[in-house]
Nanobody, 114 residues
Framework: QVQLVESGGGLVQPGGSLRLSCAASGFTFSTYVMSWYRQAPGKERELVAGFNIYGRTNYVDSVKGRFTISRDNAKNMVFLQMNSLKPEDTAVYYC????????WGKGTPVTVSS
């Protein structure tokens, strides 16, 4: 059974940090492109950070220099380190695995507010 389980979300003040984790199981993790998406209230889901097929990272312009995506193939996990958080980063963050199939987690909410 394929599972992507996100964790690490929560309430944080502007300027703070969070580290999101995504634990994957049920598929060959190392062969999948892993990404983080987010969806804010009333907005479409957008790609935040991901690895391309060559293993290079890419980020949406609004998070460049603040967010870092990483993966641990030995542990079947992908992470999103988020620093200098802003209120506009408030959203539900989703882990995505794309390869032979396309898998999604259920999301973890992040709220940036004072």
């Amino acid at each position: 059974q394929v599972q992507l389980v996100e964790s690490g979300g929560g309430l944080v003040q502007p300027g703070g940090s969070l580290r999101l984790s995504c634990a994957a199981s049920g598929f060959t993790f190392s062969t999948y492109v892993m990404s983080w998406y987010r969806q804010a209230p009333g907005k479409e889901r957008e790609l935040v950070a991901g690895f391309n097929i060559y293993g290079r990272t890419n980020y949406v312009d609004s998070v460049k220099g603040r967010f870092t995506i990483s993966r641990d193939n030995a542990k079947n996990m992908v992470f999103l380190q988020m620093n200098s958080l802003k209120p506009e980063d408030t959203a539900v963050y989703y882990c995505n695995a794309r390869g032979l199939f396309d898998y999604w987690g259920k999301g973890t909410p992040v709220t940036v507010s004072s």
